[in-house]
């Protein structure tokens, strides 16, 4: 669901309030539904799928036998609750929904951009507990942080659009895909509303008209719904020219309809297995089963630390009065009390000195001997434990598997070369580009390999790769991209920078009398060539032809090489988790072949090409 999808969904589900929260359900690691009694005893039941969709549907999948644990978070803080507002945060993909109860109000968040989340807060939007933790660059999804979203409003008037438009330097089309989240087919609509060309420039387009044409979609969504299914999706009004499959009173319904409803769930059949099939099977729930258990510790340290004090203040009065009582009598004062830590104490081993202790709705056992840090070292030591388990699965997992004698199209892996240590891209026209990654290897690149007829090329800005072009290229726009994507242009956040070249014979480490010049840094006498307003854009992509491996560059570059491919411009995600972004996507492309490719398809090669700073993945292919 696009933030218009969602604007509309918002607009429809306000007019059904008021509501009374029921149980919540926890299907998958992704999908939940919620129960909801209306006025005059109706019943409705909502869908959500994180990072894709939220709709009310007509039946929820059968509850699970045993609810999950989050689930059960949410019933205790929701159930019974009245929900006061169903509301989106500016165009965005994120539906806020406000909860009253004994006297406290609820936020819960359901995000779905990219692998989205649901999270609950308090009044102020202090997070109480996220479904997924997560640290972004600008922003902690993490209990007892605060809730911030940077959100876009919808421009209330011309004079508000029109310096978005201006300052986008994509086509009219993509910059309303974009800058307006309205996504690809509503920003198509408004074109074709405003009779505006998709492809035409944004800084040149008549602001009036398409402000005009944003004005009347959002108008469309909140008041003049006519929701139908049409060849191309679920849509709150018919776009463009196209004939509607099936129309529909409500937009709910209509998603409801889209997207798989609850009694269409079914678990398929399983199939007849060879036996080579049930081993691999068998390992598959071993490992899921370690996997567990490694969230499970792992969880259960984060938890100790977590309430530090309020663990250390059990531990420290059980062991003072372990010193002078026996456990039984210790055990008898804490069933007869009725205060909160005693209550917490849910069981006692008076044999091993240890105790069973409720840490946040996890029940953690404890030796009160020892310290909180050797207790969260056992722990430890046991997710540690049950990785090395996993790994020795895995590696089994892969001696089962059996290489045909005769491989047709085997594609020659990527054969080291010089150049791959450095920063490196070719042109779309061949010409090999090598930079630095630091200012070590800025100063090793000039030094050695920096030759007659090669071209010196630097980002306008301080801090950045040093480029060296091996050759003559015609394709020098390639070249400018590549350089100011790896400098701090991008660790700055900016969309476009300067960029010059020079010949190796205007490059020296000689500075002049009285100055000085650092690792890395180098002086550039004579006239520069300079190259103005550069758009910065990394693509990253599998190269399968002649050589598999990863490739990272100029985006042209990248796309003339990649089967598939990711483009990043400068955003908020750490250089890591970009990189592990990239890596479910390209696997996701090639399915079950990625698992031939993995030696060369893994966070580590893809790594190598992010840029340093934040990123966004703004398209796939």
Known sequence: MSGLDIHAMVSEAQGFLPFWVGKTYQYDTGMFGIRLNGEDKQKFSLIIEIGKRVHFTSSLPAATANPSGYSMFLRKYCNGGRVLGISQPGIERVVDIEIGKSGKRFHLIIELFDEGNIILTDGDYTIIQPLKKHRFKDRSIFADEPYTLATHTAPASVEEFTPILQASDADTVRTLATQFLMGGKFAEEACRIADVSRSEPAVTAPADQLFAAYQTILKRTEEERSPCITKSGCWPFILGNESAVETFTTFHEALDQYYPRGKELVTP????????????????????????????????????????????????????????????????????????????????????????LDIDGKIVKLFVEESIEANAERYYELAKKFKRKRTGAFAAMERMVIIPKKQKNVIPLRKKKWFHRFRWCYTSDGVLMVGGKDAGTNEEVVKKYLQGGDTFVHADVHGGSVIIVK???????????????????????????????????????????????????????????????????????????????????????VKSRAEHYVILRPGRYEPNDVAKKILRILRDKYGDEWKSMKNVLNSESIAAFVPPGGSDITEEL
């Open 269 to 356: 059949p399983k199939p007849k297995l060879t036996r080579e099939e049930n081993i691999r099977l068998r390992q598959l729930d071993a490992i899921a089963s370690f996997e567990k258990k490694i969230k499970r510790y792992e969880v259960i340290v984060d938890a100790i630390y977590t309430h530090y004090p309020f663990v250390q203040e059990i531990l420290t009065t059980l062991k003072s009065a372990s010193a002078t009582s026996s456990w039984q009598d210790i055990e008898k004062i804490l069933k007869a009390s009725k205060s909160d830590v005693a209550s917490a104490i849910k069981r006692i081993y008076p044999a091993e000195g240890a105790i069973d």
């Open 471 to 557: 050759g003559d290229t015609e394709k020098n726009d390639e070249v400018a991209q590549f350089a100011v994507s790896y400098s701090n242009a991008w660790k700055n956040g900016n969309l476009t920078a300067d960029v010059y070249a020079a010949s190796p014979s205007q490059v020296s480490k000689t500075p002049e009398t009285g100055e000085y010049v650092s690792r890395g840094s180098f002086i550039v006498r004579g006239e520069r060539t300079y190259t103005r307003n550069v758009g910065l854009g990394v693509a990253i992509g599998l190269q399968v032809t002649p050589e598999l491996g990863v490739i990272g560059g100029p985006i042209d570059a």
